[in-house]
Every structure is written in structure tokens, then in C-alpha cells.
């Protein structure tokens, strides 16, 4: 059996695949450590996740989708889509033309997520495939009208081990043969918010702790004799930026609070206007300089945050480091959410397995390029999506690749050889011909000819 394993990092990914006796059947695992970012690699000391990436594949920077927040970003890396394709524009959202609220605590209504198709369900529209979960983004959802076949409903209080032990068992399933799996685990995401990435004692112990679970993880699948067949990813949906006290907007002081309602909050607030939306703006505007005020209107397209009715008329977007509170103080000491651009908010991704190649680093790709990596992976069709599978394709041991230096070194290896090779014949052809020795005549009179 094929198998692939993906982890998430603020959502970790793994990806896996492998053979056994469904040799022909690719399989995939996809894991989230929600909040892990990127330069954590560097930062700490994680020696099972250094040992996991050591022969495989590692992606120093993944570039997420705007905004970087924890399920915009999941359902990201699952659709291959940008927010304002797949409809969860935010951690909370307003719908005007039904009034429906979306947030952490309420997003069980499939009317969200229907705007896309998550892999999961493809993966299980195929024959004889078969979707597991563990607490992913949405997994719990009927999205037109599919949830994986095994599955567990988000509970924050199952702990990790709960959750590998049940991928496991069903990844151990042979009826049905689970082929694409999906785990995901809070951390560094939750002590990241409470005590900020910069606080180097506290989030060692936290890493550390992360770390191990990783290790469990790899253990736990060596048990059950299913590393030989799995790939696995690692990766994250966002990374984390250090707050404090003095970075602070206070909306409060800017605009009466009766003016609008605050849909989504910081660092990326949606503003919903409530009867002048000139004023609210024109307000917002100036009220610091430490954020932007855009009209839905005019977004930088680079975010694609602009075709959905769910996005707000007025968005702001503090800068890095920044909080937008109402009045309050602040609360928490690390935030993401930022702009895609700031380093702080990357995460990375780490993959091992047979699909993969050993000791290859790859500088960046993008939150978007994971969907057709893993389709292709599974052998799936892959659903509309702006990912492109040839920036991820150096990762796969089965895709011919070749990096920007090294085809620039082979062409110039190329001249230089064709540049000699047309010199030599050039000289070749200008070259004065010889006439032909003449046999040496030997007079009567002449002694024998010595030789030596």
C-alpha cells in the first residue's frame, strides 16, 4: 500500500506513501501543529523534527494565503484556493444576505464551506477510497453533504495521543482502506498567543514538548509497520509576531463605537459599516498610522481578497506588531493574521516517505501549491484551484526537476563546449595543408641509413 501523511503547522502537514499489500493504492496523512512558524526550526532545538526532515524534504518558507488566520489557512492548504474563492474569508464572519454568523464556536453549518470542495471529499467521491480525520478545520462539517467515513468531532480537550491513536487504527483499517487521513493539534499556536513567540523560556518548553509528540508520532507509526509505506508532511497554516502594551489602536478614540460593528478582529479587522460608510472610512482613516484602512475595493491584489460577499466594505490592517483593540487592553502577547509579506507569519514544510526525495531544501513555495501536490500524490483529479503542482514538483521523487542555478550552469556548460567545438573546427579548416614527405632517396654512394 502506497501510504502519504501530511502534517500542518498552525497546522502541521505529512504527507506519506508507501507499499504494501494495496501496492497500486497511493495513501496520504495530512498533520497541523497550528502556529508553528518557520524560523522555530532555527530558533530551538527539535531533534525528532531535524531527524523526520533529515532524509527527506524541507521548505524553508511557506508564503500563506491572506489573511493568516487558522481556518482560512486550513481550508487553504486542503482546496488549493485563495480565501476569497473558498469563502472562509476569516475566523469570523457575517453574512448579509442571511444574517449567519460565523466563528469558532459556530461553524458546523455546511453553508460556509460549500463554496469549495476540500480533498477530503474528493478523495472520497473516488471508488473504493475512504477520508479519516482527527479535529481538522471543517472534517466535521457535511460539505455537499460528504464528511470523511471515520471522523472525530472538535473537542480541545482530546489530547494529542487520542487523536495519533485513532489515526492509526484507522490508517491500520483494511475495510475499508483509509487513503487520505487528516490530523491536527493546537500547539505552538495556543501558548504562542499567550506568551509570544520572543519569549524563549517559555516557548522552549512548549517546542520541546511538540517536539516529542512528533517523535511519538513517527514512533507510533513505526509500531504499527507503517513507516515504510507512508509519506509524510509537516507544515503550518501561519506563523506568530511578538506583541505588547505599547503597540496598541484604540478604535474607541478614532469613531463612536455605535458606527459599525467589528465582524473579525485584529491585526485584520472587517468593519461593517452601520449606516455612513463614507464617514466610517474617511474616520478609520486617519485614526493611526500603524495600520491601513482599505475599501473593499481597494485591496492590493496580491492578497485575492476581494470577490466574496463575505469580505467586509471597510478592512484594516495593522502593521506588524500591532494591535486593534476597541478600547481594551491588550490581550494577548503574540497575534497572526498579518500581511503574507512579513517573514513572522511563514510557516514551513517538512515531508519524508517514498513520494519524496532525501536531503532536498527548497527555499519557498506557496499555502496554495500543497492541494495539487497531494492530488497528485493520490492519484486524484484535482478540483479547480491556484496552486501549481511544478512548484512543488522538486519535492517528489517522481517528478524530473531542476533548479534556476543549475539549468543556468548546464546552459553555459552547453556554450562553453559548442563555443570550443566551433573554434576547433574553425582552426581545423584555416589550417595551411602540408605536403607529403617525400620518400627519402638514397644515393648509390650512401651508407645505410642509421636508425635510432
Not at 517538512?350 to 492530488?375: E, Q, S, W
Not at 519535492?395 to 534556476?404: G, P, R, S, Y
Not at 582552426?427 to 607529403?436: H, Q
Request: aromatic content about 10%; some cysteine.
Amino acid at each position: 500500500m502506497n501510504l502519504v501523511l501530511i502534517f500542518l503547522f498552525n497546522g502541521i502537514i505529512v504527507c506519506c506513501s508507501g507499499n504494501s499489500a494495496h501496492e497500486s493504492t497511493p495513501r496520504l496523512l495530512l498533520v497541523s501543529f497550528d502556529g508553528f512558524r518557520a524560523d522555530y526550526l532555527k530558533t530551538y532545538d527539535l531533534p525528532y523534527l531535524q531527524d523526520f526532515i533529515k532524509d527527506g524534504v524541507l521548505v524553508e518558507h511557506v508564503t500563506n494565503a491572506f489573511i493568516t488566520k487558522t481556518f482560512p489557512n486550513h481550508y487553504s492548504i486542503v482546496t488549493g484556493l485563495y480565501e476569497e474563492t473558498h469563502g472562509i474569508v476569516a475566523n469570523a464572519m457575517f453574512d448579509a444576505a442571511t444574517k449567519k454568523n460565523f466563528s469558532a464556536f459556530q461553524h458546523s453549518d455546511p453553508f460556509w464551506w460549500n463554496e469549495a470542495i476540500p480533498i477530503w471529499v474528493t478523495n472520497q467521491w473516488q471508488e473504493n477510497k475512504t477520508s479519516a480525520a482527527a479535529m481538522w478545520p471543517g472534517t466535521d462539517v457535511r460539505i455537499h453533504n460528504t464528511t470523511p467515513h471515520f471522523f472525530m468531532k472538535y473537542q480541545p480537550s482530546v489530547h494529542f495521543t487520542e487523536r495519533l491513536e485513532n489515526i492509526v487504527r484507522w490508517l491500520n483499517s483494511s475495510d475499508p482502506l483509509v487513503t487520505f487521513a487528516t490530523l491536527y493539534w493546537e500547539e505552538p499556536d495556543a501558548s504562542g498567543h499567550k506568551y509570544g513567540p520572543e519569549d524563549i523560556k517559555n516557548m522552549t518548553s512548549v517546542l520541546q514538548e511538540v517536539d516529542k509528540l512528533i517523535g511519538h508520532l513517527v514512533k507510533s507509526l513505526k509500531v504499527s509497520k507503517l513507516w515504510e509505506e507512508i509519506n509524510v508532511i509537516i507544515t503550518s497554516d501561519h506563523g506568530m509576531a511578538q506583541c505588547s502594551q505599547d503597540r496598541l489602536i484604540k478604535l474607541d478614540l478614532c469613531i463612536e463605537p455605535q458606527a459599525y460593528t467589528l465582524i473579525d478582529k485584529s491585526p485584520v479587522a472587517a468593519i461593517l459599516p452601520l449606516n455612513n460608510e463614507t464617514y466610517v472610512y474617511n474616520k478609520l482613516k486617519i485614526c493611526s498610522d500603524k495600520m491601513k484602512v482599505y475599501r473593499k475595493e481597494e485591496i492590493p491584489d496580491r492578497y485575492h481578497y476581494h470577490h466574496n460577499e463575505r469580505i467586509q466594505p471597510i478592512i484594516l490592517v495593522a502593521d506588524e506588531g500591532w494591535t486593534i483593540v476597541h478600547n481594551e487592553t491588550l490581550p494577548r502577547l503574540g497575534d497572526h493574521g498579518y500581511d503574507t509579506a512579513y517573514p513572522s507569519m511563514h510557516p514551513f514544510l517538512a515531508a519524508h516517505g517514498p513520494a519524496f526525495r532525501k536531503g532536498y531544501r527548497l527555499t519557498t513555495m506557496n499555502t496554495v501549491d500543497i492541494y495539487p501536490m497531494m492530488c497528485h500524490i493520490l492519484g486524484l483529479t484535482p478540483q479547480p484551484n491556484n496552486g501549481t503542482l511544478s512548484n512543488a514538483k522538486c519535492l517528489l521523487a517522481d517528478q524530473w526537476c531542476i533548479n534556476i542555478p543549475e539549468a543556468i550552469g548546464i546552459v553555459i556548460g552547453v556554450l562553453m563546449v559548442l563555443t570550443t567545438l566551433t573554434c576547433l573546427i574553425v582552426i581545423m579548416k584555416n589550417r595551411p595543408s602540408l605536403r607529403p614527405f617525400s620518400r627519402l632517396q638514397l644515393q648509390e654512394d650512401d651508407d645505410d641509413p642509421l636508425i635510432g
